[in-house]
């Protein structure tokens, strides 16, 4: 309504409106797919319930004002084989990744390192120190992997999944693809002990492939400690922060005619006559659409959004198997003076992008993740750290300077004796 005094301001946004495309959630997925649909000429509403766009590739002050830190995304494992940055010019909001030489290291308690670098040659030479053996042969399996990424596995994240029958055939078509199948059997346990001799190289390899939620003795998964152990020597730091990619996605979508609405939580998914019609957000607002995108999990998304009443049986039961990762993170973030500095034979450890620490064995490391599963952490438990100010001084705007950092682990949703307890002491401890 126009104010009586000073007449009508703005448009307000209607509390009915219609759309081709409704998104929940503006994180990367719901982000990347607003941006590909307005682009295409549709009319398109991301809906995001946060007062910041970004999700998973948020950047936020969360420790002191002028120390930002990344909450969750940090390593962008696959961002140079993503079609979007080719699709989009997103030059023009001056994005830029960084790919540190020195990708991850892990540092033991008698001052001996190992490092995963860019380049297999010097990791070669870094594995060489424990392991003659072992650095021929990660330098001969890395040849055949990288393939398997390179020409397999990344394409195949970006196009509609075949199934797994016509996976198989394709397959057997090509010898990389043979030597993918070879693989696919094996668990990473197996992959890892079959071809490492060296129980220091065996620690890194395996928490390399595993500790983005592979299980270490499951079979059937075992093309992915190929693309893992790829990704590990190929992580790209978004410059300024990873929110910074989050605001030139939805740039995409606005100059192509697309709308973001934040601090808007949608509480329901309209159905009509068994298909989606839109969304009802929290402030009262309705979105038409006949085609509503969630992000969000699918029990999330059907249970609560939908309504189970409104599925039929067989949605409902897979809907209802669906479970969370059998583990999380539990990340401390932290602001110093100085960068960390490790006490280790290689200096080149301190330029390292991913730090490990606190695992001397692959028992240990075996015996952390086991207990992650049965909701515990016990005293000798170990994780990976991280300078984000080291490659990126946007993230540190104080007059005292410093750094911000953070040290990650596994860790269960819920915890023998509570989050309130141990947290603190995992904090002390680490
Ligand atoms: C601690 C941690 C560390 C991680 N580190 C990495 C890493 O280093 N590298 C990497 O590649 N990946 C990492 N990930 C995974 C990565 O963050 C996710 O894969 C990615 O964010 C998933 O993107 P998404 O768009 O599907 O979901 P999200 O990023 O989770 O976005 C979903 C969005 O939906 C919004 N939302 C929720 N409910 C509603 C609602 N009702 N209405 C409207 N909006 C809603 C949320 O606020 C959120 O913004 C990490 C994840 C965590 C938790």
């Known amino acids: 309504m126009p104010d009586p005094l000073i007449g009508k301001i703005f448009d307000e946004f209607p509390d009915e409106s219609d759309w081709d495309v409704v998104i929940i959630g503006g994180g990367p997925n719901g982000l990347i797919a607003g941006a590909y649909l307005s682009k295409a000429g549709l009319k398109v509403a991301v809906v995001e319930r946060r007062y910041e766009i970004g999700g998973g590739l948020a950047t936020e002050e969360i420790m002191f004002p002028g120390y930002y830190s990344n909450m ?28 540190p030489n020195a990708q991850a290291g892990i540092v033991f308690e008698d001052g001996k390192s190992l490092l995963l670098t860019r380049m297999v040659e010097d990791t070669k030479d870094s594995i060489s120190k424990f392991s003659f053996k072992d650095a021929v042969t990660f330098g001969k399996v890395m040849r055949g992997w990288r393939r398997i990424v390179t020409d397999i596995i990344g394409p195949a994240t970006f196009v509609p999944p075949l199934s797994p029958l016509d996976i198989s055939i394709a397959m057997q078509r090509t010898k990389v693809g043979n030597e993918m199948l070879e693989l696919v059997e094996r668990s990473p346990l197996d992959i890892i002990t079959e071809n490492f001799e060296n129980d220091r190289v065996r620690t890194l390899m395996l928490y390399a492939s595993c500790m983005w939620g592979l299980d270490p003795r499951e079979t059937g998964i075992g093309m992915f400690v190929a693309l893992y152990l790829d990704r590990a020597m190929n992580k790209c730091y978004c410059d300024g922060g990873s929110h910074k990619f989050a605001g030139a996605l939805a740039r995409e979508i606005v100059v192509n005619g697309g709308t973001i609405l934040d601090a808007a939580e949608v509480t329901k998914i309209i159905m009509q006559n068994g298909r989606a019609a839109g969304v009802e957000i929290a402030e009262g607002r309705t979105l038409r659409s006949k085609v509503v995108m969630s992000t969000l999990d699918p029990q999330t998304t059907f249970f609560d959004l939908v309504g189970p009443e409104n599925l039929p049986a067989d949605l409902k039961e897979l809907v209802e198997g669906w479970k969370l990762d059998k583990w999380s993170y539990y990340t401390l973030h932290v602001a110093s003076k100085e960068p960390p500095h490790y006490a280790c034979d290689d200096p080149w450890i301190n ?8 695992f001397e064995s692959m028992d240990q490391l075996l015996a952390h993740w086991d207990n992650v599963v049965a909701g515990k952490v016990g005293d000798n438990f170990g994780g990976h750290a991280t300078c984000e100010s080291y490659f990126d001084p946007h993230l540190v705007h104080s007059p005292w300077g410093g750094h911000v950092s953070f040290f990650q682990m596994h860790a269960p949703y819920e915890i023998e004796g509570g989050w309130d307890k141990r947290g603190p002491e995992l904090e002390e401890a680490i």
């Open 72 to 99: 969750h995304a940090v390593y962008h494992l696959l961002v140079d084989l993503m079609p979007v940055l080719r699709d989009f010019d997103l030059n023009r909001h001056a994005l830029m990744w960084t790919k």
């Open 351 to 358: 330029d390292a992008f991913m730090v490990i620490f606190g």
